[in-house]
Every structure is written in structure tokens, then in C-alpha cells.
């Protein structure tokens, strides 16, 4: 069947069922799912990394956005392809069990928990380190300003899956809101050639300042690995898909504009965060929003966006609870997960997983008290693997479904990936490239890197330990639809 004449027909039903998807509300309407899709392309990743990629590899970083975005753009547009052919809030763990077996699922959804359980760490470091933007909190230790903002997020994400996406709404607005008027500030610097902190803005800038790649092309690759990062929950749509009402019309929607958005809010933001000021004016640890406006003079204004990346940080942490609650209860009622995890509150919201994600964020308190200068780079470095990992399970489900239709057994949906299969190859290959590059790097990235053998390990091992559980439970289900 050719793939002209597959786009002429509907998707028909999966046979395939995820006891995981049962018990939901279908809370999420289309604006929570539209923001919720802005919210998962701008983060702390853009807001606070952004500072130190600009000081280590210069202009030359918004190439890097653009890469790394178009990748991401292809993963979550393959998710949203399965979406439409199977709604589920399982996600690509309900995708991985259907096409590649309880191994598959039980691979892809740990893969997940090590990339938000270590997000979550990165996202109240985020959060502890904008606190102290203020003299207030200056005095207050790191980990207990990341304790605070753990403890706030945590009992938000509790209450209902409606509340979530209210929250969420409101948050992205905040930070699409600051971004557009950075913007429009920063246009208006660059257009009217205002001096900022003795400098004329311009492309005049970046050419007095080494060019586009002041340090040469290799710090631009090597800082790939963190870009990766900042696009970490752009397939956070995907599982909401389980919670929506109408999936096969909101998503595709939610998905495509995307694209667009990183084009503006991160390519753009770091084309004109380039423009501002010399590269070498940005620095780790501080947001380069902050640094402008600082510089700028406005009074207040670095205070104001100050609380906007806060936003942001509380905005990712409240994103990675909500969707690890969820793939984990996917996974412990196929047995893979601890039977905990499964289970749900009065408000229909999978508080057992939720508790377990939070609780790593609890070392991530600890890390924050033991290493308060280096936490955020520890737990970036291992939430990129995850990402990394969580990414090219999307991408093999998705290859394995594209190969499925060819032989007939499944029917794709008129929204689809583009050219597969060699989108999905492309990925994969630009995946492994990343993880080569931040083994290259040496550092806490190689050290990183080198502890793939003991992840493998740790994950056959606990394979062992449930894979009794996970066929005792299969049997039980293929029981009961006899």
C-alpha cells in the first residue's frame, strides 16, 4: 500500500488496550494542551543555561538551538503521529509495550524516570539559584530554597489533573509574555543601535567580539548536550494526550506549532541575546535576560524577569511530576513498576508515581546542600541521558510502526512524520552523535557517559527482579478477556 493512499483513509482502531489508560478524566481542553506545548519548548534550559552556552561557545549557540530544535521537532511530531493512531496516557511506554513487548515498555519508561527524576533535581537547583537573585534570600541556604519550591510544586500537582492544566496555562503565559517583551526590547535596542553597557548592538558585536564562532566550531558541538536538555519536554503533549478530550484534533495543532515557536522564542531570543552584548558579558549560573536587562538600567526589570525564570523552573518541575505519575502507573499495572505507583487519588491523579519522582527530587535537596555549586551540571549531564534514552524509544516505536503499516497490519493516520523511515534513522544517528560528543568532552559529561554500562546493568537487573511479576500479570489480564 503506498503512502499516498494510506493518507487517504482514516486510522483504524489499535486492538492494542493499556489497562494504564483507565480511570483518567478528560479534564485537558485545547488551551491547557496549547500551552502546556509552549511550556514544554521554553524551560530553565533556555532561561538559565542559556547564559553559560552563550559564555562557552558564543554566537554561534543559536545554530545549535536551531539543530537540536529541529530534531526535537521530529520526535515529538513522531509521537504525535502515534497519538492520533492510539491516544494514551502511557505515552510511548503504551507505545514501546504494543510494538516491542513488556521489555521495551519496562526500558522506555525507566529511561523516563531517570530523565525527570534528574530534571526535577535540575529544576529546583534552577529555582534555588534564582532565589538568591534577591537579597532577601541571599542569607537562605540553597537546599532549603530547593525544598521550598519541591514542597509547592509537589501539592499542586496533587490535587486534579484540571488543576494541573490551569497552572500550566498560567505559567506558560508568564513566560511567553517576558519573552515577547525581551524582544520586543531587544528589537528596539538593535533597531535604534541604543548603547547597552557601552556597547552598540548589532552584527558590528558579534564580528568585534571573534565572529560566529569566536572559540572555533567544537565548543558549539560540545554544548549540543545541554541544548538537548533545554528541549527536554516537548513530548510532555503526548502524555497529556490521555487526558484530553478531543486528542485527534487538538494535538496536531498543539504539535505543529512548535516549530515556529522555537524558531522564535529560542533561535531568536539567542540571535538577539548575541546581538546585546559580547559573549564573554554572559556567565553560568545567572540568566542572560537578567544580564541584559541589569545592564540596561531599567529599574526593577531584573527583578521582574528574576521571577519570570523562577516561573519557569516551578513550570518544568510541575510538568516532569505530572508526567512521570503517569508512564509509572502504565508501567505498575503491567507489573514493571512498584504496585504503588499505581495507584490514584480522589481526583483521578496517579499520586503513587508522583511521590516517587518527588522523591528523588528529595536528593536533589541533599546534592543541593553537599555540592550547591555544582548540582545543576551533576544532574544536567544524567538528564540528558534520559533524554537521549526517552528520545530514541520515541523513534524506534515509531520506525517499528512505520514498518508494521507497510506489511499491513496497522494503518497510519493522515498526520504523520515526514519521510519516514529516514527520519527516524537520521534521529537515531544524530542521538548517538550527542552522547559521542559528550563523552568527547570530557568532564562530568564523559563521567556521565562512562556510567551507561552500570544504567544497562542496573536496568537488566531490575528486569529480572519484575519480569515474574510482569508475566504473572499478563497472564492474569489474557484470564479475564477469555
Known amino acids: 500500500m503506498s503512502d499516498r493512499t494510506l493518507t487517504a483513509v482514516e486510522p483504524e482502531p489499535s486492538p492494542h488496550v493499556d489497562a494504564g489508560d483507565e480511570g483518567y478524566s478528560k479534564d485537558l481542553k485545547s488551551r491547557h494542551i496549547n500551552m502546556i506545548a509552549i511550556g514544554g519548548a521554553i524551560g530553565t534550559g533556555l532561561f538559565l543555561g542559556a547564559g553559560g552556552r552563550m559564555a ?70 534552577a529555582a534555588a539559584t534564582y532565589a538568591h537573585f534577591w537579597s532577601m534570600f541571599s542569607s537562605v541556604p540553597q537546599w532549603v530554597c530547593a525544598l521550598v519550591a519541591l514542597a509547592v510544586v509537589l501539592t499542586a500537582n496533587l490535587i486534579s489533573v484540571k488543576y494541573f492544566g490551569e497552572t500550566e496555562f498560567w505559567f506558560s503565559i508568564i513566560k511567553v509574555a517576558a519573552l515577547v517583551v525581551f524582544m520586543c526590547i531587544g528589537i528596539y535596542l538593535v533597531v535604534t543601535q541604543h548603547s547597552v553597557d557601552g556597547h552598540t548592538p548589532g552584527f558590528g558585536t558579534i564580528g568585534a567580539d571573534g565572529g560566529l564562532f569566536p572559540k572555533g566550531v567544537m565548543p558549539m558541538l560540545l554544548v549540543i548536550q545541554g541544548v538537548v536538555f533545554a528541549y527536554a519536554s516537548v513530548e510532555l503533549c503526548g502524555v497529556a494526550a490521555g487526558e484530553t478530550e478531543n486528542p485527534g484534533k487538538i494535538i496536531p495543532k498543539a504539535i505543529n506549532s512548535i516549530m515556529w515557536r522555537v524558531g522564535i522564542f529560542y533561535v531568536g531570543s539567542v540571535v538577539l541575546l548575541a546581538l546585546l552584548l559580547p559573549y564573554t558579558a554572559y556567565s553560568d549560573g545567572e540568566s542572560p535576560f537578567v544580564t541584559v536587562l541589569a545592564k540596561i538600567g531599567v529599574p526593577g526589570a531584573a527583578g521582574v524577569m528574576n521571577l519570570v525564570v523562577l516561573t519557569a523552573a516551578l513550570s518544568s518541575l510541575n510538568s516532569g511530576l505530572y508526567s512521570t505519575g503517569r508512564i509509572l502507573r502504565s508501567m505498575a499495572l503491567a507489573g514493571s513498576a512498584p504496585r504503588f505507583t499505581g ?47 526517552t528520545w530514541g524509544m520515541v523513534m524506534l516505536c515509531s520506525l517499528l510502526f512505520w514498518q508494521r503499516s507497510k506489511e499491513g497490519r496497522v494503518t497510519r493516520p493522515a498526520y504523520r512524520l515526514p519521510w519516514a523511515p ?61
Open 422 to 482: 529516514y527520519t527516524q534513522i537520521v534521529t537515531l544517528c544524530f542521538l548517538v552523535a550527542v552522547a559521542f560528543l559528550m563523552w568527547w568532552g570530557g568532564g562530568v559529561g564523559r563521567t556521565t557517559v562512562e556510567c551507561l554500562p552500570l544504567i544497562a546493568a542496573a536496568l537488566v537487573g531490575g528486569w529480572f527482579l519484575v519480569r515474574g511479576r510482569v508475566a504473572s500479570v499478563a497472564a492474569e489480564r489474557q484470564g479475564l478477556e477469555d
Open 56 to 125: 562557552g561557545a558564543g554566537p554561534s549557540l543559536a545554530i545549535a538551538y536551531a539543530v537540536c530544535g529541529a530534531f526535537a521537532f521530529f520526535v515529538v511530531r513522531a509521537l504525535g503521529e502515534l497519538v492520533l493512531y492510539r491516544p494514551s496516557s502511557g505515552a510511548f511506554v503504551s507505545y514501546a509495550r504494543e510494538f516491542m513487548g513488556e521489555r521495551g515498555a519496562y526500558t522506555a519508561g525507566w529511561l523516563y524516570f531517570l530523565n525527570w527524576s534528574t530534571t526535577a533535581v535540575a529544576d529546583i537547583t
Open 343 to 389: 495507584r490514584m487519588n480522589k481526583g483521578q491523579v496517579p499520586y503513587g508515581g508522583i511521590l516517587l519522582t518527588a522523591g528523588f527530587g528529595v536528593l536533589g535537596v541533599v546534592l543541593n546542600y553537599l555540592v550547591p555549586g555544582k548540582a545543576f551540571e551533576i544532574v544536567l549531564n544524567f538528564a540528558s541521558i534520559g533524554i537521549l534514552g
